[in-house]
């Protein structure tokens, strides 16, 4: 099954890739290695603001997480020229998770993330990961994503 296949599956529509929000670009690649910038989550459209482990439950930020990974596969598919079929692997995940002193389970929150790598790209979607848990994130966000793939 390819990965389009899997996405129609899974009932997942690709978005419009975002423009960058600042002085960077949404992927920058070198040789056969993607880099995407931080994806932001939202709810309803908007950024979706809040603390985890005050604001935010962790199955709501395994949500938030999930949403960032539809948001960076429409990148990497945009990335790859618009061929998904060139991913040869997710490298490396890194997410930043909003989150109170006390909060424990970042790692839970981005399982939301690597979870749909791997439903969407199978064991080219095993990736090595950082869940790193932060005192904020830009415009209040809950969750921050980040990734890196290689292509064919």
């Known amino acids: 099954m390819s990965f389009y296949e899997k996405l129609k599956a899974l009932d997942i529509e690709l978005p419009v890739v ?20 931080g994806h932001l989550a939202k709810k309803d459209g908007k950024v979706w603001v ?5 604001d935010v439950t962790t199955e709501e930020g395994k949500i938030a997480a999930r949403g960032i990974a539809i948001e960076l596969i429409a990148t990497l598919q945009d990335a790859c020229g618009g061929d998904l079929n060139k991913v040869k692997r997710i490298v490396k995940v890194m997410s930043l998770v909003n989150s109170t002193s ?9 399982n939301g993330a690597s979870e749909l790598f791997v439903e969407v790209f199978g064991d080219s979607g095993k990736h090595a990961r950082s869940a790193f848990g932060v005192a904020q ?16």
């Open 137 to 152: 994130i830009p415009l209040g966000a809950c969750v921050e994503i980040e990734l890196i793939a290689e292509l064919a």
């Open 18 to 37: 975002a423009a960058p929000a600042a002085a960077y670009v949404m992927h920058a690649r070198t040789g056969n290695t993607v880099f995407l910038s």
């Open 50 to 54: 809040g603390q985890l482990g005050k």
């Open 102 to 110: 006390t909060f424990t389970e970042q790692h839970l929150v981005t």
